[in-house]
C-alpha cells in the first residue's frame, strides 16, 4: 500500500540539488498545495535549495518556487502564466541571470523521459537538426543511424529524483485518476525515482486508473490543492487570484509581501 503522509512531511522528502518534476499542465491541475508547503520549509530552514525545476510547461506553482529563491535552473519549453501574462519572478530571475536556464523543447524533454523509461541512456530523434539549439546545448550529441547513415539528435535520458503530481482522485491503495489532460504526469511517474501524488479525495474503489499504485512512493489528502489553478471536473481555473498575482508581484519586495499573505 502506498504511504499515505501530511503535505509537511512529503515536501520533508525534498532534498537539496535534486531535480524536481511537477505535473500538470499551464494552468491546470498543478501541485500548488504541495509547491506552497515547499516554500514555507524553506523559509523555515533553507531546505531544500539549489533545485533544478523540470516542467514541460512551468506556471504558477513554478513561479512560486522560483520567487522563493530554492530553484537554481530550470528545464521547461514554457515558463508563463497564458492569458495573464508573463510569470513574474522567473522573467526576473531569468533577466538578472541569478538562474540557469537550460534550454528544452517538447521534443528534448519527451525524448529524454522516454529513453529513462527505456532504460537506456539517450533516444535518438530528428528533433533540433538544423536548428542553432545544439550549440546552447552542447551535452547533446549527434549520432548516425547504422542503418541508413542518417544523422539524428541522441537525446540524453532525464531521470527526475521527484516528481509529484497532483490527482483528481486516488484509492487507499495509491492508485490515481488524472483525468483526460495528463500531459505529461504519467511519463514523470515512469520516469521518477520518486513520486509523490497529492489528491483532491480518497475513494474506497477506483474503476479505473491512470496511475497504479506501485509506481506512487506516498500520497497526501490536498483538497483544492491544485487551487488558483484549475482541476477539471471538481473546480475551474481561478482567474482573479491569477490575476491578482500579476498586478501584484514584479520584483522580489512585492513577491515577499505576497508570500506572507497566502502562506
Request: glycine share 8%; net charge negative; with cysteine.
Amino acid at each position: 500500500m502506498t504511504r499515505q503522509m501530511s503535505i509537511e512531511d512529503a515536501a520533508a522528502l525534498v532534498t537539496p540539488g535534486s531535480i524536481l518534476a511537477l505535473g500538470g499542465l499551464t494552468l491546470y491541475r498543478r501541485p500548488m498545495a504541495f509547491a506552497k508547503a515547499l516554500v514555507r520549509r524553506y523559509l523555515a530552514s533553507e531546505q531544500p535549495s539549489d533545485l533544478t525545476l523540470l516542467a514541460f510547461t512551468a506556471g504558477l506553482e513554478s513561479d512560486l518556487l522560483v520567487g522563493a529563491g530554492m530553484v537554481a535552473r530550470v528545464r521547461s519549453c514554457y515558463f508563463g502564466l497564458e492569458i495573464f501574462g508573463l510569470a513574474p519572478m522567473f522573467t526576473h530571475h531569468a533577466n538578472n541571470g541569478s538562474i540557469e536556464i537550460i534550454e528544452e523543447t517538447e521534443a528534448s524533454l519527451a525524448f529524454g523521459l522516454r529513453a529513462q523509461m527505456s532504460g537506456i541512456g539517450f533516444m535518438p530523434g530528428r528533433g533540433w537538426i538544423g536548428t542553432d539549439l545544439p550549440k546552447l546545448r552542447p551535452d547533446v550529441k549527434t549520432i548516425t543511424d547504422p542503418y541508413t547513415g542518417e544523422q539524428l539528435m541522441a537525446f540524453p535520458a532525464i531521470q527526475p529524483d521527484f516528481a509529484v503530481i497532483h490527482a483528481i482522485r486516488a484509492d487507499e491503495e495509491g492508485n490515481a485518476q488524472i483525468g483526460d489532460n495528463k500531459g505529461i504526469d504519467l511519463e514523470l511517474t515512469l520516469a521518477s525515482k520518486t513520486v509523490i501524488v497529492t489528491v483532491e479525495e480518497i475513494v474506497p474503489e477506483l474503476k479505473k486508473a491512470d496511475i497504479v499504485a506501485p509506481l506512487v512512493d506516498c500520497m497526501i489528502l490536498a483538497g483544492k490543492g491544485a487551487l488558483p489553478t484549475s482541476c477539471h471536473p471538481l473546480y475551474p481555473l481561478d482567474g482573479e487570484s491569477v490575476l491578482a498575482y500579476t498586478d501584484r508581484v514584479g520584483d522580489p519586495e512585492s513577491f515577499q509581501l505576497y508570500l506572507s499573505e497566502i502562506l
